[in-house]
């Protein structure tokens, strides 16, 4: 069985300082990652991905995340924050059940950028 | 092209009622997921749909149950509710059949069982 590990359900940072949100994950398998964010009273937005190839991995809002199987991590890096990144940030890996590819979720940590 | 949306935003039940949530998926996609997530917890899957069959289910009970339309919009069915379904539920939809099929997710239906 799959399950991820989110190693910190909140993560207070100052705006403009670096964060990492921490992600492991057990899989006997080759696996799908993701990272996605959550903002107030909003569904999941997909924030990025590994597939594979490249282990770094970016969004467009300045995130990147590497695969690291050994460690079997995912962390999530951002070298500036701001006030507008505040929200729950959830590692998701991808697995098949019956015929279908379901998503399994971490706990999710919450990132509050402070002024 | 629109997204996922999803009715009603918010819900109020009470214990032993029966409730149905709705989803429609983005243009072109066949596949819808459905999610169940607690307060202060990770979305868990609860069951998909592809092509108007179940093809998957998690661990949640038969009360549980779903429904996909040929234009691939699906409802979710719960019966004889509880307090702990009480809940935010997320709807996906991403194309099937491929080994990787992306999921796009709408706003949810905010449930509570009073």
């Known amino acids: 069985a799959q399950s991820v590990t989110q190693l910190d359900s909140q993560v207070p940072v100052f705006e403009e300082a670096p964060v990492e949100l921490r992600c492991n994950y057990s899989?006997?398998?080759?696996?799908?990652l993701f990272w996605y964010v959550q903002y107030p009273n909003q569904g999941l937005q997909l924030l990025l991905k590994?597939?594979?190839?490249?282990?770094l991995v970016e969004s467009i809002n300045g995130f990147e995340a590497e695969f690291n199987k050994s460690q079997t991590s995912f962390h999530l890096r951002k070298p500036s924050v701001h006030i507008s990144d505040t929200a729950e940030y959830f590692c998701?890996?991808?697995?098949?059940?019956?015929?279908?590819?379901?998503?399994?979720f971490g706990s999710g940590t919450q990132l509050t950028v402070l002024p | 092209e629109t997204g996922v949306t999803q009715s009603p935003t918010h819900l109020i039940k009470t214990r032993g009622q029966q409730v149905t949530l709705r989803c429609s998926s983005q243009?072109?996609?066949?596949?819808v997921s459905w999610y169940q997530q607690a307060l202060g917890q990770g979305p868990q899957f609860i069951f998909q749909?592809?092509?108007?069959?179940?093809?998957g289910r998690g661990n949640f009970p038969p009360r549980f149950s779903g429904l996909q339309f040929p234009n691939y919009s699906s409802e979710l069915n719960v019966n004889a509710l509880e307090l702990d379904d009480s809940a935010l539920y997320l709807c996906?939809?991403?194309?099937?059949?491929?080994?990787?099929?992306?999921?796009?997710f709408g706003p949810g239906t905010r449930l509570t069982v009073l």
């Open positions: 996906a939809s991403s194309l099937g059949g491929s080994s990787y099929n992306e999921q796009f």
């Open positions: 899989s006997s398998v080759s696996v799908y």
């Open positions: 590994y597939l594979s190839g490249s282990t």
């Open positions: 749909y592809y092509r108007e069959e179940e093809n």
């Open positions: 243009s072109g996609h066949n596949t």
């Open positions: 998701a890996v991808s697995r098949r059940s019956g015929s279908a590819r379901q998503l399994t």
